[in-house]
């Protein structure tokens, strides 16, 4: 069964895990799988040795397809992330034109309308917001006004293909700004689902563990494959450093 496969049929039980139960790994996503799946081949031959101690051989096929759904919902949040960079780098390819655009209709319209102070005030309006989404709002205003006031800008020779040029801009914009901001923040779905898909996973590696952990509790190289090589060797690098810092000290 395909990974994808995994998500699509867990995916209930999966958003069913309550919010306040999500829990997060200390883990590159990566390596945890990694380190599911040796748990499982590793659990698989040690089987006839664990079931005795109440270890259900059907949670070593759950495992599986939690480690697949995880995979991908993984792999759907990473893309998703790529897609908020790619539309960060569009906006500062992109951006340039659209407030020298804002300023160039600003500074024409200025002149084109300074005779009509209700016009003006239109424009004075428009100067006083800065934010992205202001400028945004600002080219969409700035083109509706200019179609509507025509007349007024054709004696000082303007090209209305610029506000052609600031809808299309103004759309364009919005979309990506809109691409940025709904990749930012924590309560994606998305990640949720990642999020929800590793605490399904997490509690079974953990159980699976605990068994290993207790069988072979006399024999520390089995104990040891019922543990995470990322986080013994995190310990191990760490009392490593610790050791050379006291060791600086006494010199």
Same mark, same amino acid.
């Given at each position: 069964?395909?990974?994808?496969?995994n998500?699509l049929?867990?995916?209930?039980?999966i958003?069913?895990?309550?919010n306040?139960?999500?829990l997060?790994?200390?883990?590159?996503?990566?390596i945890?799988?990694?380190?599911?799946?040796?748990?499982h081949t590793r659990?698989?031959?040690?089987?006839?040795?664990?079931?005795?101690?109440?270890?259900?051989?059907?949670?070593?096929?759950l495992l599986?397809?939690?480690?697949? @759904?995880l !995979?991908?919902?993984?792999?759907?949040?990473?893309?998703?992330d790529s897609?908020?960079?790619?539309?960060?780098?569009?906006?500062d390819?992109?951006?340039?034109?659209?407030?020298?655009? !804002?300023?160039?209709?600003?500074?024409?319209?200025?002149?084109?309308?300074?005779?009509?102070e209700?016009?003006l005030?239109k424009?004075?309006?428009?100067?006083e917001?800065?934010?992205?989404p202001?400028t945004?709002?600002?080219?969409a205003?700035?083109?509706v006004?200019?179609?509507?006031?025509?007349a007024l800008?054709?004696?000082?020779?303007?090209?209305m293909?610029h506000?052609?040029? @600031?809808?299309?801009?103004?759309?364009?914009?919005g979309?990506?700004?809109g691409?940025?901001?709904?990749?930012?923040?924590y309560?994606?779905e998305?990640?949720?689902? !990642?999020?929800? @898909?590793?605490t399904?996973?997490?509690e079974?590696v953990?159980?699976?563990r605990s068994?290993g952990?207790?069988v072979?509790?006399?024999?520390?190289?089995?104990?040891?494959a019922?543990?995470?090589?990322y986080?013994r060797e995190?310990?191990i690098?760490?009392?490593?450093s610790k050791?050379e810092?006291?060791?600086n000290?006494?010199?």
């Open positions: 069964m395909s990974d994808q496969q998500l049929n867990l995916l209930e039980e958003i069913a895990v309550p306040n139960k999500i997060y790994s200390d883990v590159p996503y990566k945890f799988i990694d380190e599911a799946e040796s748990l659990a698989s031959i040690d089987l006839p040795l664990l079931t005795p101690y109440g270890l259900v051989p059907d949670k070593l096929n599986m397809g939690y480690t697949g @759904a !995979r991908t919902a993984q792999s759907n949040w990473e893309a998703k897609d908020k960079q790619k539309a960060i780098l569009a906006w390819t992109e951006s340039p034109e659209m407030y020298e655009l !804002r300023e160039f209709l600003i500074d024409h319209m200025d002149f084109a309308f300074r005779k009509d209700n016009l005030k424009i004075r309006d428009i100067k917001g800065d934010s992205r202001d945004i709002q600002d080219l205003i700035l083109a006004l200019g179609k509507e006031n025509e800008l054709t004696p000082i020779n303007f090209d293909a506000c052609d040029r @600031a809808t299309e801009l103004a759309d364009r914009m979309t990506l700004l691409d940025i901001n709904g990749r930012m923040y309560d994606d998305i990640k949720i689902i !990642r999020d929800k @898909a590793f399904l996973t997490k079974l953990d159980e699976i068994y952990k207790f072979f509790r006399k024999d520390e190289k089995l104990v040891k019922y543990a995470s090589k986080h995190r310990q690098k760490y009392r490593k050791q810092s006291l060791s000290n006494e010199v």
